[in-house]
DNA sequence: AAGTCTATATCGAAG
DNA sequence: CTTCGATGTAGACTT
């Protein structure tokens, strides 16, 4: 068992028991400010995935602006100029950085300064620390694509293979149709050749999803000849009181249907 | 310069020179499935904030499903049950789990899974590991609240202190009044007595801003009695062309305002 | 607990 | 480039 002295780095070749690991990742404890420098210097140039853990100030300036007092963080640098400062709770970053900003570290009166810029909208985000515990850098390439299952796309995907779902003798014609009051999910027409307008949720809907549908379909009317009858389905695994009443009074109709 | 071995685990302390710096973190590298096992139960039982680099498979079924294959990444596990899966890209993490859940981890085919289980809705998270690059443990306590300027609730604030930069003889007499359409963010009469109602962006507006002040409107003129007058007022940076022209179609105002 | 609204929303698609 | 809608939205606040 190793016990780490001040500062320590750590370079390791992983020990490969099933193909190729990725390159050796770069580890400094408690390091000095200096050094801290130029570890993060380094595995930014080398478009390493960054994290940082230690005691920071945090400043962001740019769409709003906000200071975050001294305390312990975990800082995520990521090669595609995204930054994240995690505290000890909460799913959502404390202050963040989207994608596309570039990097600069410095040292400000004596203390590691990590600043994030990100041109239009001009945003700076500035990460003072106070000390670092622990600095890793992960050489990173993950190409892999998540597949989604059970989202509005795939609800979508479902009826358009069995249209029955929606109604008995529904037939699509479209999606994504275009109104002037934008795109309709699933254009199509009923058993009797009924024009029917399909508005797709994923989950419980309130009165929006209400007021959506109602404009699609009073934009449709007026693209469609005067006096064209049109049906307005809200699918939905369930529907709020309010929303069934509005739906009521507006003649749309409901189908439950879990996504 | 240490070099590291398998697997190496580094306790430390740090060295103190500004006050009392938080316990000590642990760090295994290139540990055995069975040795991150004990340490990942042993952070989570202490209440600590856990980062894992690694080798993973990733499954998510919940609200929704999805399946993410192997890759490197860079997981998140908090005290408050949030769990984060971060690839190499993007401000998102590819996989996540809300505050709430509990942790359980244990050797499925001899490899290291991780479970996160949330109940409400019941959503699960898996992460199995090929192999861990690098654990770490810190021990973190963040009192520290975040003091954010340039916010919405922000801009209303300096209007109340100064309503003339709405209109010269403004005066508000409520916020968060309420109507059937939702709650104006400022109510009140303009210099004649005529009845106001101030609508806030804190960004350039869209149409969706305009049919917003505009259900405001109509509702507040339902609930007051017939033929009342009543101006509509956006607050904003700037608007775009669309909103403007739906902003003189509604007999509606615009004012600029930085946030 | 459920509904409603905001966000430094983020993200992707479409015009 | 803007605009628009979906999100496993998250998070805060009201009822």
Not at 125 to 148: C, G, M, N, P
Not at 177 to 197: C, E, F, H, L, S
Not at 213 to 235: C, K, S, T
Request: hydrophobic share 35%; net charge negative.
């Amino acid at each position: 068992m190793a016990v780490g002295f001040y500062p320590t780095v750590v370079y390791f070749r992983a020990v490969t028991t099933e193909g190729e690991r990725s390159g050796e990742p770069r580890t400094v404890r408690t390091p000095t400010h200096h050094e801290a420098l130029a570890q993060v210097k380094s595995a930014i140039e080398r478009g390493n995935l960054l994290t940082l853990f230690g005691c920071c100030t945090v400043e962001y300036d740019g769409r709003a602006e906000s200071y975050l007092g001294s305390g312990d963080r975990l800082i995520v640098l990521k090669p595609d100029g995204t930054a994240l400062v995690h505290t000890e709770e909460g799913q959502k970053p404390v202050n963040w950085q989207p994608p596309g900003g570039t990097f600069e570290s410095e040292l400000a009166d004596e203390r590691l300064l990590v600043r994030s810029r990100r041109p239009d909208p001009d945003e700076t985000l500035a990460v003072h620390f106070e000390y670092v515990t622990q600095l890793s850098a992960f050489d990173v390439t993950d190409a892999k694509e998540i597949s989604l299952a059970g989202s509005e796309e795939d609800l979508r995907q479902r009826i358009l293979a069995d249209p029955d779902l929606v109604e008995k003798g529904f037939t699509p014609l479209a999606t994504e149709r275009q109104t002037a009051a934008g795109a309709i999910d699933i254009y199509g027409k009923d058993a009797d050749g009924t024009t029917m307008v399909v508005e797709l949720k994923r989950r419980r809907v309130g009165p929006d999803a209400v007021g959506q549908l109602r404009r699609y379909i009073n934009a449709l009317r007026r693209d469609l000849h005067a006096g064209a009858e049109v049906r307005g389905v809200l699918v939905a695994p369930s529907v709020t009181e309010r929303a069934r009443s509005m739906l009521a009074e507006s003649g749309l109709e409901f189908v439950s249907l879990e996504p």
